[in-house]
């Protein structure tokens, strides 16, 4: 991905639905998610509400 050629960003992963990126996040808990609106089966917008969900306190930005 166009990401990971910044020296300074490290992709932790790609997910090709809102699960397998609800559970990428949760696995690797990283400082920022990119969220894709559209996915197959959960949308991203399901996707992030169930991730914010599972925080005691948000520390994720978030922008939409």
């Not at 996040?25 to 996707?47: T, W, Y």
């Amino acid at each position: 991905t166009q990401l990971a050629m910044v020296s300074d960003i490290t992709v932790v992963g790609a997910a090709g639905d809102g699960q397998q990126a609800l559970d990428l996040a949760r696995r690797e808990q990283p400082n920022v998610v990119l969220m894709d609106i559209q996915m197959p089966g959960m949308n991203g917008i399901e996707a992030t509400r169930k991730l914010l969900k599972g925080l005691a306190a948000p520390q994720l930005p978030l922008q939409l």
